[in-house]
């Protein structure tokens, strides 16, 4: 019999060496990583609190409001401050409004933008630098200090009320075409060149090489500048003062009786008015993300 058969008992006693192994063997705990666990979750929850009381108080009747002490848990289900916004006030007008005019900046800002960064990355005319330094100074000056100049413009156009009144200060992007810009210059020359030879012209080298290739930072730009729109609440409530024109934002505003403010309607309304945007954000997560970090990293 040979002797360098081993017992099944050495066998048994050898130590494991597999991943199950590893498995199996104590961790120590991540102090750090739990420590920024909780803390984000704590974070987490500070944010959502606002969401969270504005669905319960909706979901509460005047009376439960306004009584002491306030109850943060829901007793008792009403939903009679969403019927009366539905039915009392002009809801459906305003939630035409806000996507119409949404879906009209996004359409131009995208459009006049694009076209404006290829004009600028691509093209030589008189005047591109100073353009481009123009676009850049745009930066500096805020849109609130571009309010008087433009309501009295669009006042004397007759604009107030207008469609045409909301939608056309909000075209002014000059981030939009900077980004653009920026893309349209990693884009290797050698495909426009190609493009020149093969007799194409500057509409046809955009849309039907540079755009299929920057589609990605287009959707999310997009989807980007509808939100922004869509949540825009300071220009409509200096253009509108007709409660049909009015957008959902500035709609929220009017939501009240002969008895004042009534908290449950108005929490009623701004759940409506935040379901669309949020229903966007987790269908279109990853392109939203990625459009807020590209326009974070240019302006850090």
Same mark, same amino acid.
Do not use: H
């Given at each position: 019999?040979?002797?360098?058969?081993?017992?099944?008992?050495?066998?048994?006693?050898?130590?494991?060496?597999?991943?199950?192994?590893?498995?199996?063997?104590?961790?120590?705990?991540?102090?750090?990583?739990?420590?920024?666990?909780?803390?984000?979750?704590?974070?987490?929850?500070?944010?959502?609190?606002?969401?969270?009381?504005?669905?319960?108080?909706?979901?509460?009747?005047?009376?439960?409001?306004?009584?002491?002490?306030?109850?943060?848990?829901?007793?008792?289900?009403?939903?009679?401050?969403?019927?009366?916004?539905?039915?009392?006030?002009?809801?459906?007008?305003?939630?035409?409004?806000?996507?119409?005019?949404?879906?009209?900046?996004?359409?131009?800002?995208?459009?006049?933008?694009?076209?404006?960064?290829?004009?600028?990355?691509?093209?030589?005319?008189?005047?591109?630098?100073?353009?481009?330094?123009?676009?850049?100074?745009?930066?500096?000056?805020?849109?609130?200090?571009?309010?008087? @100049?433009?309501?009295?413009?669009?006042?004397?156009?007759?604009?107030?009320?207008?469609?045409?009144?909301?939608?056309?200060?909000?075209?002014?992007?000059?981030?939009?075409?900077?980004?653009?810009?920026?893309?349209?210059?990693?884009?290797? @020359?050698?495909?426009?060149?190609?493009?020149?030879?093969?007799?194409?012209?500057?509409?046809?080298?955009?849309?039907?090489?540079?755009? @299929?290739?920057?589609?990605?930072?287009?959707?999310?730009?997009?989807?980007?500048?509808?939100?922004?729109?869509?949540?825009?609440?300071?220009?409509?409530?200096?253009?509108?003062?007709?409660?049909?024109?009015?957008?959902?934002?500035?709609?929220?505003?009017?939501?009240?009786?002969?008895?004042?403010?009534?908290?449950?309607?108005?929490?009623?309304?701004?759940?409506?008015?935040?379901?669309?945007?949020?229903?966007?954000?987790?269908?279109?997560?990853?392109?939203?993300?990625?459009?807020?970090?590209?326009?974070?990293?240019?302006?850090?």
């Amino acid at each position: 019999m040979s002797t360098s058969a081993k017992p099944p008992s050495a066998v048994l006693a050898k130590p494991p060496t597999s991943a199950f192994a590893r498995m199996l063997r104590p961790r120590r705990p991540n102090v750090p990583g739990l420590i920024g666990t909780l803390f984000t979750l704590f974070i987490a929850a500070i944010w959502a609190f606002p969401i969270y009381w504005a669905v319960v108080t909706s979901l509460k009747t005047e009376a439960q409001v306004l009584s002491k002490p306030t109850t943060f848990l829901l007793r008792t289900f009403d939903i009679n401050s969403y019927i009366q916004v539905l039915t009392q006030s002009q809801i459906l007008r305003w939630y035409f409004n806000s996507v119409f005019t949404a879906f009209l900046v996004t359409f131009f800002v995208v459009l006049l933008c694009m076209l404006c960064g290829y004009a600028i990355s691509q093209l030589s005319f008189p005047g591109k630098n100073i353009l481009y330094w123009a676009l850049l100074a745009g930066f500096m000056i805020p849109f609130q200090g571009l309010i008087v @100049p433009l309501f009295v413009m669009l006042a004397d156009f007759g604009w107030v009320n207008s469609y045409q009144g909301i939608v056309l200060p909000q075209i002014i992007a000059p981030i939009t075409i900077i980004i653009y810009k920026q893309f349209f210059d990693a884009m290797p @020359p050698e495909l426009r060149d190609s493009a020149v030879i093969d007799g194409a012209g500057e509409f046809r080298i955009l849309f039907n090489i540079f755009l @299929p290739i920057n589609w990605g930072i287009t959707t999310a730009l997009a989807i980007v500048t509808f939100i922004g729109a869509w949540n825009n609440f300071f220009w409509p409530f200096i253009i509108t003062t007709q409660e049909q024109m009015m957008t959902i934002p500035v709609g929220i505003t009017q939501v009240s009786d002969a008895w004042g403010v009534q908290y449950a309607r108005t929490m009623a309304i701004a759940v409506l008015s935040g379901l669309p945007v949020a229903a966007a954000y987790l269908v279109f997560q990853k392109k939203v993300t990625e459009g807020i970090m590209v326009t974070a990293g240019l302006k850090g």
